[in-house]
């Protein structure tokens, strides 16, 4: 009876040491995400006068998108840094001088890794798909509501309002744009090449949508086939970029659909269909990803529970980003080969976790032998 109590009272120490190095891993890595992305909201809002709610949403909505891959790396960071503390600060060999095995250590970290493998399966089934449309859709509205936001001073804007723009100059105070080239392929049979002096983006509400134009001066218009070309000159020429009440409903990709929607996109395309791939890649990335916090934890306690080294809690955040490259390394060369078709989808996914599941385990057997 004491020794379960013992037990007991060690693996509650054990995760009350890891809960808050945890949670305070998870807001360091939410807020080196915002650190990296805050460049682009600063220019949202001082160039192009977008407001602070909309920098805000735009944070909230792309915070949902990446917890799923923030989830696991937070706690194998955690996991890292508290049995890198326990082992340089011998209390590991406490415990097993106390006759507390080497289970003992690990059941509180295979626990917490449980939790968050499921806390990742909700936020990966409908949360993160729900951030990822809400910001394309956010995204949406501001290119429709300022239309120069997507466009960059002498960069080829491709797939903006399904067009390739180009301006040496761009003046999103103004919506004006300067030496300007357009490449129009919105029809197939006949595509136009247009070169203007200048042009302004127009947006304007309909009363039911909204819609916009870009009405270009001094330049001419460009048509060729196989068997004519034409050139136009204009002194002020208009093209539709979109009107909201004619455009069809916008087609949302695998990252923004919940599960049950992903499910029945996968049982509606065929199965020779290449699209699907990208499907049922996302579905079983989404289940691999759950499961990885895991199998992380796992390795995390066999790297971190070094008995005998002081050293071992200094080295913990590199063991960590080493682990995380090398991990999604792995993912994305797998998932390269499945894309190729040299390997199934299902093996392509879950290879890496296999890998580091077969670490982790060995590394639990160097701690027990220890």
């Known amino acids: 009876m004491y020794e379960l109590k013992r037990g007991l009272l060690a693996m509650k120490y054990i995760a009350f040491e890891l809960l808050p190095v945890y949670l305070i891993g998870l807001t360091i890595f939410i807020l080196v995400l915002c650190m990296i992305q805050s460049f682009q909201w600063a ?7 977008a407001k602070l709610s909309i920098v805000l949403q735009m944070a909230a909505y792309i915070t949902l998108g990446f917890l799923p891959i923030l989830l696991p790396i937070a706690l194998l960071f955690a996991v890292l840094l508290t049995y890198g503390r326990l082992s340089g600060d011998s209390e590991i060999v406490a415990m097993k001088a106390l006759g507390l095995s080497t289970y003992h250590l690990l059941i509180p970290t295979l626990f917490i ?22 910001m394309n859709t956010l995204l949406t509205q501001l290119a429709e509501a300022r239309p120069t936001l997507t ?59 909204q819609a916009a134009y870009l009405q270009l001066s001094d330049g001419n218009v460009h048509k060729s086939s196989k068997s ?13 970029l979109f009107d909201r009440n004619k455009v069809r409903k916008e087609k949302i990709g695998p990252e923004q659909m919940n599960m049950q929607e992903l499910y029945s996109a996968i049982k509606k395309i065929p199965p020779k269909d290449p699209d699907r791939l990208d499907y049922v890649l996302e ?23 070094v008995t005998n080294r002081r050293t071992s809690r200094s080295g913990g955040m590199v063991i960590c980003v080493a682990a995380v490259v090398i991990y999604w390394t792995m993912q994305v060369g797998f998932e390269s080969l499945a894309r190729n078709g040299q390997l199934s989808v299902s093996i392509a996914v879950w290879m890496t976790n296999l890998a580091f599941l077969g670490f982790g385990i060995y590394q639990f057997q160097k701690v027990r032998q220890s």
């Open 43 to 49: 220019e949202y809002v001082i160039v192009h006068g």
């Open 113 to 134: 890794g449980f939790v968050v493998s499921i806390v990742s399966l909700q936020v990966s089934f409908r949360l993160a798909p729900w951030g990822n449309r809400q």
């Open 151 to 209: 466009l960059r001073d002498g960069v080829f804007a491709e797939g903006a309002f399904d067009l390739v723009i180009y301006a040496n100059h761009v003046d999103s105070a103004s919506n004006l744009l300067y030496d300007v080239f357009i490449y129009d392929e919105r029809d197939p049979k006949s595509p136009v090449t247009i070169i203007a002096k200048q042009g302004r983006m127009i947006a304007h509400n309909t009363g039911s949508g």
């Open 228 to 240: 004519f070309y034409t050139k136009i000159d204009f002194s002020t020429y208009d093209i539709n």
């Open 283 to 305: 579905w079983n990335r989404r289940w691999a990803l759950s499961v990885t916090c895991l199998i992380l934890a796992l390795v995390g306690m066999g790297l971190g529970t």
